[in-house]
Structure formats: structure tokens, C-alpha cells
């Protein structure tokens, strides 16, 4: 087995022929941004895996627990939400959320599902006053407060005080909304990136980047 994460010159490593990357950023009409030129080529190695990493369930189950639970995602652009009331649905390995603009003009994240039955809440991109499941007619606010449990008298074993989003609960997964004039310069750097984007987990905190 190759030494893996070798490390490689950029000017003496095997490449394809003609002019290398640089050269051709020499050539742009336009001063290319710094972060174009870092250069870190690395040998990896040859190392056979097996076919099962591609196809066998208990593979995708271990990239959805410890991938996509866990990174950064993009779920809309804020101005596809612009008024109280509009919401998108963001499914990702069989996993739904509900990203919905409120009352007071802020951005929230939920699981989308009902805290009853586990109904998904909303199945359609759109705008409404509230959160309404269509089974049993269990009702939120647009911030994730209870608003309504219809015929209540019949559901004496539920807590309505446990009926709110709430942090704390299921924390699945993060959603990135990216705001209005988004600049390519400001991509140059991740930090960049995160100093443009509003970041809101699945359980509706908003978090401040630097």
C-alpha cells in the first residue's frame, strides 16, 4: 500500500500536459483573489475498498449519522422567504424540515413533524398563518409556540407545556440560509461564506457568525 497524504510539489508532480493551473491564472483579465493560488497537492495513495461503501445500507446509515447530521447544509435563500408566513421544505437522508419566516421577521428551523404523531407538518413549499397538522388538527405558531389542540378535553395525557419547539429536542442537523447579494469575493474564504449566511439550527436558534 502507497504512503498516503504525501505531500507533492506542484511544479514537479505528475500532471495532465499544457499549461498548469497558475499559468492559466496568470492569463485572467482580472486580479485573480489569493485564495486561488494556495496550493496543497498530496499524494493519497492506492487503497482498494470495498464496493459495500457504495451500496450496503449500513454504510449510508453511518454517513447519515456522523455526515449529515453534522455538517454545514444549504436549505434556501432568504428571499425565497421574504414575507411572515413563507416557508420551505428541506429533505435530506429521510430526514424533514420546515424552514419558515416568522411573525417578527426572523428565520426558524424546525423538524417537520407534528409533536403528536409525527405527521409531516408541511408537504409543499408556500406561506400560511401557522403550523397545522392535517391529522389531528394540532396547531403552532410560525415561532414554534402552541397555539391549539382542537378538542383538548380528549387528550388528557398530554403535557401542552411539552408541546413547543423547543431547544433541546432532536438537534439533527444545521441549515444555512443564504442572504440576499451574496458576492462571489465574499466565497474566498469559508469564514466568508459563514459572515453572509444567516445560521439557524433544526430546533430554531439563530447563531451569529465571526
Not at 498516503?4 to 505528475?14: C, E, H, Q, R, V
Not at 493560488?37 to 446509515?61: A, C, F, I, N
Not at 408537504?123 to 397555539?147: I, K, P, Y
Not at 391549539?148 to 380528549?154: L, V
Request: glycine residues 6%; proline residues 5%; aromatic residues 10%.
Amino acid at each position: 500500500m502507497a504512503e498516503a497524504f504525501k505531500d507533492l510539489d506542484p511544479d514537479t508532480m505528475p500532471r495532465s500536459p499544457g499549461i498548469t493551473y497558475q499559468q492559466l491564472l496568470d492569463q485572467d483579465s482580472r486580479e485573480v483573489p489569493e485564495v486561488l493560488r494556495l496550493q496543497s497537492p498530496k499524494d493519497m495513495g492506492v487503497v482498494e475498498y470495498s464496493v459495500s461503501r457504495y451500496t450496503s445500507k449500513e454504510w449510508h446509515d453511518k454517513e447519515v449519522e456522523h455526515l449529515w447530521k453534522k455538517v454545514w447544509q444549504m436549505a434556501c435563500r432568504e428571499e425565497e422567504i421574504p414575507l411572515p408566513g413563507d416557508h420551505m421544505r428541506y429533505d435530506i437522508a429521510g430526514m424533514s424540515f420546515i424552514v419558515v419566516r416568522t411573525e417578527a421577521g426572523d428565520i426558524k428551523a424546525f423538524p417537520n413533524a407534528c409533536l403528536h404523531r409525527g405527521r409531516m407538518l408541511k408537504e409543499f413549499d408556500g406561506n400560511a398563518t401557522e403550523l397545522r397538522c392535517a391529522f389531528h388538527g394540532f396547531c403552532w405558531n410560525l415561532d414554534g409556540s402552541l397555539h391549539d389542540i382542537p378538542a383538548d378535553w380528549d387528550f388528557p395525557q398530554i403535557d401542552q407545556k411539552l408541546q413547543v419547539f423547543l431547544p433541546g429536542r432532536d438537534n439533527c442537523c444545521l441549515l444555512i440560509i443564504l442572504k440576499h447579494g451574496l458576492r462571489i469575493s465574499d466565497l474566498n474564504s469559508f469564514n466568508g461564506l459563514l459572515k453572509t449566511c444567516q445560521c439557524v439550527d433544526v430546533i430554531g436558534n439563530n447563531f451569529t457568525c465571526f
